[in-house]
């Protein structure tokens, strides 16, 4: 069990237990399975001028970014090699398009499925974050800062 499986329980168990969860989420460096080329399998060399295609699956009208905490849970769930990538939480949150959902750690006992406004929620959280550092990043936000205080309600 990971420290995001027991804080994914923690939520579950109480709704007031979303702040660590998503801090960890967005924190947390995410195995995401590519399109490849031809022949490619594993980890693969990228570079600032390749592109990079992930694999989107739909399933009930509804599109999902694929996402595994560890290698092992991607290679168990793709059940041959395959091509990733590293990306951490928050980068991948900025990232994503409206209306893409994202499935983690699908296979597992500790899944989770992320819906459009819950990632849209974590784009302003990182956003607000944004905007209380100082420039250059070398300075502590402000602890008491009220990041969540919106909340995403139930989900």
Same mark, same amino acid.
């Given at each position: 069990?990971?420290?995001?499986?027991?804080?994914?329980?923690?939520?579950?168990?109480?709704?007031? +237990? #979303?702040?660590? !969860?998503?801090?960890?989420? %967005?924190? @947390?460096?995410? !195995?995401?399975?590519?399109?490849?080329?031809? *022949?490619?399998?594993?980890? #693969?060399?990228?570079?600032?001028?390749? @592109?990079?295609?992930?694999?989107?699956?739909?399933? =009930?009208? =509804?599109?999902?970014?694929?996402?595994?905490?560890?290698?092992?849970?991607? %290679?168990?769930?793709?059940?041959?090699?395959?091509? !990733?990538?590293?990306? @951490? *939480?928050?980068?991948?949150?900025?990232?994503?398009?409206?209306?893409? +959902?994202?499935?983690? +750690?699908? *296979?597992?006992?500790?899944?989770?499925?992320?819906?459009?406004?819950?990632?849209?929620?974590? #784009?302003?959280?990182?956003?607000?974050?944004?905007? %209380?550092?100082?420039?250059? *990043?070398? =300075? =502590?936000?402000?602890?008491?800062?009220?990041?969540? @205080?919106?909340?995403?309600?139930?989900?």
């Amino acid at each position: 069990m990971t420290e995001l499986d027991k804080a994914l329980e923690l939520f579950v168990e109480d709704d007031k +237990n #979303q702040a660590p !969860y998503y801090d960890l989420v %967005l924190n @947390s460096d995410f !195995y995401i399975p590519v399109h490849a080329e031809e *022949g490619a399998k594993g980890e #693969q060399e990228i570079t600032a001028k390749d @592109s990079i295609v992930p694999l989107v699956l739909s399933a =009930e009208d =509804e599109d999902y970014l694929m996402l595994f905490e560890t290698k092992e849970r991607l %290679l168990a769930w793709a059940d041959e090699s395959v091509c !990733y990538v590293i990306v @951490s *939480g928050d980068a991948i949150a900025q990232m994503t398009p409206p209306k893409l +959902n994202w499935a983690l +750690n699908v *296979g597992t006992k500790f899944q989770k499925q992320f819906v459009p406004d819950e990632i849209a929620w974590l #784009q302003e959280i990182i956003q607000k974050v944004a905007e %209380l550092t100082p420039e250059g *990043g070398d =300075e =502590e936000i402000d602890e008491d800062a009220d990041l969540c @205080s919106e909340g995403l309600g139930e989900s």
